[in-house]
């Protein structure tokens, strides 16, 4: 089963820019729903970006749409979420995560999840 690994969080200020990547395990398939969720303490967990592995960028949530972009090498099994433009209200705890079948922006239907990378954005 696949396993995953977030990383590039970290605390910067306003307008700036990370770099989120994900790093799947093992032998990824082109019929996994790969997505990104945010999730700050007290809140459900958000919706922010979605692909699938073989079609490319599905789904952004509206108050991203713009400034993250969502990709993957698939050389490298890896997903990444570009942050740009970041503000105070995007700091969250990020977690990447995949199904089965096709893309879904609902944290419940998503099979495996990584441990989440911690991103924290300054005024």
């Known amino acids: 089963q696949v396993q995953l690994v977030e990383s590039g969080g970290g605390l910067v200020q306003a307008g700036d820019s990370l770099r989120l990547s994900c790093a799947a395990s093992?032998?990824?398939?082109?019929?996994?729903?790969m997505g990104w969720f945010r999730q700050v303490p007290g809140k459900e967990r958000e919706f922010v970006a979605a692909?699938?592995?073989?079609?490319?960028?599905?789904y952004y949530e509206d108050s991203v749409k713009g400034r993250f972009t969502i990709s993957r090498d698939i050389a490298k099994n890896t997903v990444y979420l570009q942050m740009n433009s970041l503000k105070p209200e995007d700091t969250a705890v990020y977690y990447c995560?995949?199904?089965?079948?096709?893309?879904?922006?609902?944290?419940?239907?998503?099979?495996?999840w990584g441990q989440g990378t911690q991103v924290t954005v300054s005024s």
């Open positions: 995560a995949a199904r089965v079948g096709a893309v879904r922006t609902t944290a419940q239907e998503y099979h495996y």
């Open positions: 093992g032998r990824t398939v082109s019929w996994y729903g």
């Open positions: 692909l699938t592995w073989s079609g490319g960028t599905i």
